[in-house]
């Protein structure tokens, strides 16, 4: 057992900070209040080698573990979810499902200018008859002989309408159920490609969530992923990966939310003695802070596993199922801790509590990431 | 054996820190029982630099050259050199201001003389020879021993005070032996900015940060600072929003100052703010926030909107001044 | 050309002081250190100037006087984008004996131009960069608050007191920088921290330089009496208390 990071790892993590701490803060209450997608930011996060920090460098990639993926992640997550919500799905769902079962070509072509940050992916999985139910997809993708038409609709889709590339799961084959799903790369500038209006969420504001409907979108075959039928097992693969990515934004809000609660505790001075001094208050805070702790050495867990290339399907749905619950829970304490002012848009808190509460409900609500724990427990 | 002390003139006047230098430098010397020697390089009169005498300097050496008119780090050096040399120096006073900063760290190396930067009180003792420092822009204190034989030391300004004790006398010139290949830095052009008043040299600072808005409403600051006679300045949010010049940026990675009386309107207090102040000897703090960390630190403070206590605060001076 | 970036590593500023129970130290445990923050916005500047179209600058390297503690943050300046560095292996006394090392790696490696930052955020000496300067013969500007390129000349403005100056200095110098040399530190990038990886760190053995002086103690400030509110409505008390009570106006 080794807890130590490595000089890297604090580098990175410092680096995404730095970033955070310098850039991000400066304008998201403006940007969650009109909801305005961080344009610039995603810019500096290209540049910075973040959106494709997983990436093997072969193809243009940062070439970095996933632990500092985790410490990434966090730091960011405690300024900006919704910035950090792009970054975990170019990184984690978009650019991991094509450099694991991509070919040669599609790597080329599509990958490289992921992993530089030159294209935004978005991962089309959620349909508005089909959220956490991946089997039953409507979308379908028929097969025409040398390409697909697809058609149908996708919901809840993140950077649906900034992406480039879109990975689309679709059924081509209903009679095998899931077995007959498909995943394919799909340009966005495709004829046929239509979406939604921005979603007015409660929280994650500025990130870009739309529906996205395809209307006779015609698909080359060689954009189909792996053989015939592979898009189920793609899906899931994929999104056991992305669980890791959301784990360790939810274990960011939370960290975010103790650290202004600390910093405010201390300051504010209640009955003649500071928040802090009052047991009621520092009790709480030390609940907050072993559940983050919990939080952490489980995202890094899950990391640590995939970097040695040992399973960690269950390890990442732990992490994401309990740094969701916990993420809800302490940012609901630190506003509790701030009173009134936790409850006003200056103080933070009151937003990074509206965003935990997605990371509970996306990449696999809670009770699904319950059902996954408890099959591999009951098998 | 002497001590020497550098002291610097604007526009041919010594000024209030060039005085504190020479009553700095008297105390040293009267610990030490030698005398004081003060040296001043540029255009000034033999009358204006005999009030040297009156903060306890006997003699006063003036070095007025030409090409010493703009600061070449590299000549000054060599001119105070020698001067140091002529008269045995044995401890180096200088401000640590833009000069000293530049100045000093090439004659420690050229006299091979230990140098204790931003003092700020005299020798706790002669033997060993130790002084207090600042450290972490005031949030420590160093007290730092002196080995080699001949000593430099630079004061913060505003730390020891004026002192008076007269003296007879005597200025003479010296014409320091200086080739033109000594020279090697060459003025294009310069400016001045616009304030009044020397932020580093301010009695009174009136500074603001980010709860000001927005640049438009720096009005009623400068109408405060002009009616104080003091400085203007800003905290780094400002500075780096480009409301205010970087110049006027106090604090750790700033200017650090040690005015009488400093205003902070809608300034929070970060620690690193605070670094770039706390030798102010009184602080006065308006903040909306009455959790704000610059209440922790001032003496005074109203908690309030700066735009409304501001124009009070002004009009509420020039009231108690028509009486 | 070879520009060199003196560097020191430093408690990150929002550091709480604590001393050692004797007062002969600071208490550095628990310390985030960070590159000192002017050297940073100097190793920004020399990065931007051997970025521009044409430059002459083919190589930039970092060095640093200090034990191996120090090499995460010199990785840290090859990770933004410095193309060497150089470690000489002593724990400093002072500031004469880090110049003095300093000199002799400059006499061994020849730079043409050499930036420090103004002072470390720690002690606060604002030495380094004029003892380096005196060490080699070098001429040095102090206050630098931009600094250009021009053939074998450098433009820089220095700022002085109640003003700026323009200047021109020759070849080889040493600019002493201070806050606005370049707007803002840069955050190393996924690829940078990657190539950082090959760039050599070169731990250079100590030339047996002496200090002139040393810390034989510390303090802390006294603790500030609590502040007098004095209330929105009744301005005119705060007057009166800075004229009558505080005697500052």
């Known amino acids: 057992m080794n807890f130590e990071f490595t000089e890297e790892q604090l580098m990175i993590r410092d680096a995404a900070r730095d970033f955070a701490q310098r850039d991000l803060i400066k304008d998201v209450i403006e940007r969650d209040a009109g909801s305005i997608y961080p344009t610039e930011h995603v810019k500096k996060l290209a540049e910075l080698g973040f959106l494709g920090m997983l990436v093997d460098p072969a193809y243009d990639g940062g070439g970095m573990d996933t632990v500092s993926y985790v410490l990434a992640m966090e730091e960011i997550s405690k300024v900006d979810a919704s910035v950090s919500v792009i970054m975990s799905v170019n990184n984690s769902l978009v650019c991991y499902g094509l450099q694991e079962f991509g070919s040669e070509d599609q790597k080329n072509k599509y990958l490289r200018p992921l992993a530089k940050g030159d294209k935004i992916g978005a991962f089309l999985l959620s349909e508005p008859e089909a959220g956490s139910d991946a089997t039953s997809q409507r979308t379908t993708a028929e097969d025409k002989g040398d390409h697909y038409l697809l058609n149908g609709t996708k ?225 | 054996m002497s001590v020497l002390v550098y002291i610097e003139n604007r526009e041919g006047k010594l000024n209030k820190g060039a005085f504190e230098l020479v009553s700095y430098a008297s105390r040293i010397a009267k610990d030490l029982n030698t005398g004081v020697t003060a040296l001043s390089i540029g255009n000034v009169s033999e009358s204006e630099l005999s009030r040297a005498g009156q903060y306890g300097a006997s003699k006063v050496i003036s070095i007025n050259d030409g090409r010493l008119e703009t600061l070449d780090n590299k000549a000054y050096t060599i001119a105070i050199e020698q001067v140091a040399t002529a008269e045995s120096a044995t401890v180096l006073v200088m401000g640590s201001g833009f000069t000293g900063k530049a100045i000093a760290p090439r004659l420690s190396v050229r006299l091979k003389a230990g140098l204790v930067p931003f003092a700020i009180a005299a020798p706790s003792s002669y033997q060993p020879f130790v002084v207090r420092k600042k450290t972490f822009s005031g949030k420590s204190f160093s007290d730092v021993e002196v080995k080699s034989a001949v000593k430099i030391i630079t004061l913060s300004p505003n730390s020891f005070g004026l002192h008076e004790s007269p003296v007879s006398t005597a200025v003479t010139t010296f014409s320091p032996n200086l080739l033109d290949s000594d020279f090697s830095t060459r003025v294009d052009s310069s400016e001045k900015f616009s304030g009044k008043v020397l932020l580093t040299e301010a009695d009174i600072v009136v500074s603001a940060g980010r709860g000001m808005k927005g640049p438009e409403n720096w009005g009623p600051v400068e109408e405060l600072a002009e009616l104080l006679g003091a400085a203007t300045a800003c905290s780094r949010p400002v500075a780096d929003e480009g409301w205010r010049p970087h110049a006027e940026h106090v604090g750790q990675t700033g200017k650090v100052i040690a005015p009488n009386l400093y205003f902070a309107f809608g300034i929070s207090g970060a620690i690193q703010h605070v670094a770039g102040i706390s030798s102010s000897k009184v602080i006065v703090a308006v903040n909306k926030d009455p959790e704000a960390p610059i209440f922790a630190t001032a003496d005074y403070g109203i908690v309030g909107d700066v735009q409304k206590i501001l124009p009070e605060l002004i009009q509420s001076i020039k009231a108690s001044r028509s009486h | 050309m070879k520009l060199l970036v003196c560097i020191s590593n430093v408690p990150d500023t929002t550091t709480k002081i604590k001393l050692s129970p004797d007062n002969k130290s600071v208490d550095l445990s628990g310390i985030q250190w960070v590159i000192n923050p002017w050297d940073e916005l100097a190793l920004t500047r020399a990065l931007e100037l051997k970025e521009t179209a044409g430059s002459s600058i083919e190589k930039i390297s970092v060095a640093s006087v200090g034990t191996a503690e120090l090499e995460p943050t010199l990785r840290k300046a090859l990770a933004i984008g410095a193309d060497d560095a150089f470690r000489i292996d002593l724990n400093p006394q002072d500031a004469y004996q880090v110049a003095e090392e300093l000199a002799a790696l400059v006499k061994a490696q020849s730079f043409d131009i050499i930036l420090c930052g103004i002072e470390s955020s720690d002690y606060n000496g604002a030495m380094v960069g004029g003892m380096l300067a005196e060490q080699l013969g070098y001429t040095s500007v102090s206050s630098v608050s931009s600094l250009n390129l021009d053939g074998s000349n450098v433009k820089l403005t220095r700022e002085i007191d109640g003003g700026k100056q323009n200047l021109t200095v020759s070849l080889p110098f040493l600019a002493i920088v201070q806050k606005g040399i370049a707007i803002e530190p840069r955050i190393p990038s996924m690829r940078g921290i990657m190539t950082a990886r090959t760039k050599p760190l070169t731990v250079v053995a100590a030339s047996g330089s002496s200090a002139l002086t040393a810390v034989v103690g510390n303090a802390l400030p006294t603790a500030k009496s609590a502040c007098h509110m004095v209330d929105a409505e009744n301005v005119s008390e705060l007057v009166r208390l800075l004229h009558e009570e505080a005697k500052v106006i």
């Open chain 1, 155 to 379: 919901n809840w889709i993140t950077n649906g309408n900034t992406a480039g590339t879109y990975l689309v799961i679709a059924q081509t084959h209903p009679e095998k159920k899931h077995k007959g799903i498909n995943c394919l790369i799909v340009d966005r500038n495709s004829p046929g490609i239509s979406v939604g209006p921005h979603e007015d969420k409660m929280g994650m504001r500025s990130s870009d969530t739309h529906s996205v409907m395809f209307n006779d979108v015609i698909v080359p075959k060689e954009n189909r992923i792996g053989e015939d039928g592979f898009g189920f097992t793609f899906a899931m693969k994929t999104l056991e990966g992305g669980r890791i990515g959301i784990a360790s934004q939810a274990l960011g809000l939370a960290s975010g939310a103790l650290e202004r609660a600390v910093k405010y505790a201390k300051e504010r001075k209640a009955f003649g003695t500071e928040l802090s001094n009052h047991q009621a208050i520092a009790f709480k805070l030390a609940d907050m802070a072993v559940k983050i702790e919990n939080a952490r050495n489980l995202c890094l867990k899950a990391a640590w596993l995939k970097d040695q290339h040992k399973p960690y399907g269950i390890a990442s749905s732990m992490a994401k199922y309990y740094a969701a619950e916990i993420a809800m829970e302490v940012t609901t304490q630190a506003v509790q801790i701030h009173g009134g002012y936790g409850y006003v848009k200056e103080y933070h808190v009151e937003r990074l509590m509206r965003e935990a509460k997605l990371t509970q409900i996306y990449e696999g609500t809670s009770e699904i990431q319950q059902i996954v724990i408890s099959r591999d427990l009951l098998k």
